[in-house]
C-alpha cells in the first residue's frame, strides 16, 4: 500500500486492501463482496472521531447525591482534652520504664504463674477464687510489676481478650478490672497484630456502652472507662473511638 493509502486508512490493516480514493461509494447499498466490505468499513472507520464524549443526562429538577457526615455524639461524662492528653503522656512514660525493666538482665523474680491455656486459673488469679460472674467481692491479686516482667507477649494478648470477656460478662467495671487492663495495655508491644487492635476495640465499645449507662457514676469508675476509651483511641491510634 502506498503513502497516500496509508494516510486514507486510519487503522494499520492485516492485509492490502484496495484504495477507495476516487471512487464514489454509497453506503447505503450493501457490499457486493467481502473486499467491498472491509472497504466500507475502513472507511466508517476513518470518518470516525478519535475522542468522542457524551454529556450526562440530567433532568431538570435532579440533584447530586451529597453525602452526609456522620455526627458523632459526646457523652456528657466525655473527659476533657487536657486531661487525656495527660493520661497518654503519662502512660507513655509508664510503658517506656516497663519495658527498660523487662529488658534488664534481672528483671525481677521468676514466680509461677498458670498456663496461656488456663483461662480458669488466670481468672482465680486476677479475681479471687470467690469471683462470680458479677466479679464482686473479688479478692484476686492486682497485676504486680513481679507479674508483668513474667509474662511474654503471647500472654498479654491472651489475657487481654480474656478480660474483654470477662468485663462485658460483668456489665460494668471493677477497680481490679481497670486496673489489669490498664497494666496489660501498659505491656503491649507495638505494632499492634490485627487481632488485638481488635480486642483493644472490643475494650472501648464495651467501656463506652458501661459509661453510657451511668446515671450517677461513681468517680472511680467512670476514670476507669474513661482513660481505658482514652489509651485505646489515642494512643493506639484508634482515632475513631476517640472522646
Request: hydrophobic share 35%; with cysteine; glycine share 4%.
Amino acid at each position: 500500500m502506498d503513502s497516500d493509502d496509508s494516510d486514507y486508512y486510519a487503522p494499520a490493516t492485516a492485509f492490502p486492501i484496495e484504495s477507495l480514493k476516487g471512487q464514489n461509494i454509497d453506503l447505503n447499498v450493501p457490499p457486493a463482496n467481502g473486499m467491498e466490505y472491509l472497504q466500507r468499513v475502513m472507511l466508517e472507520a476513518k470518518r470516525c472521531e478519535q475522542i468522542v464524549s457524551v454529556p450526562p443526562k440530567l433532568s431538570k429538577n435532579s440533584q447530586p447525591d451529597i453525602v452526609q457526615p456522620e455526627i458523632k455524639s459526646v457523652s456528657p461524662f466525655a473527659p476533657s482534652l487536657e486531661w487525656q492528653e495527660k493520661q497518654v503522656s503519662d502512660f507513655s512514660n509508664l510503658r517506656q520504664k516497663i519495658s527498660q525493666r523487662k529488658a534488664s538482665r534481672h528483671p525481677g523474680p521468676q514466680i509461677t504463674l498458670p498456663s496461656i491455656s488456663d483461662k480458669k486459673g488466670w481468672k482465680q488469679l486476677c479475681f479471687g477464687i470467690q469471683c462470680d460472674e458479677e466479679c464482686e467481692n473479688s479478692s484476686g491479686s492486682p497485676p504486680l510489676l513481679s507479674i508483668l516482667v513474667n509474662i511474654g507477649q503471647p500472654m498479654v494478648d491472651t489475657l487481654l481478650n480474656w478480660h474483654s470477656q470477662w468485663l462485658e460478662e460483668c456489665n460494668h467495671i471493677t477497680h481490679l478490672h481497670g486496673q489489669w487492663i490498664f497494666a496489660l495495655l501498659s505491656c503491649l508491644e507495638l505494632p499492634l497484630h490485627p487481632d488485638t487492635c481488635s480486642t483493644l476495640r472490643y475494650i472501648a465499645r464495651i467501656c463506652q456502652q458501661i459509661r453510657n449507662s451511668m446515671v450517677e457514676p461513681e468517680a472511680s469508675q467512670l476514670a476507669a472507662v474513661n482513660l481505658l476509651i482514652c489509651l485505646v483511641g489515642r494512643y493506639f491510634s484508634q482515632s475513631d473511638l476517640v472522646d
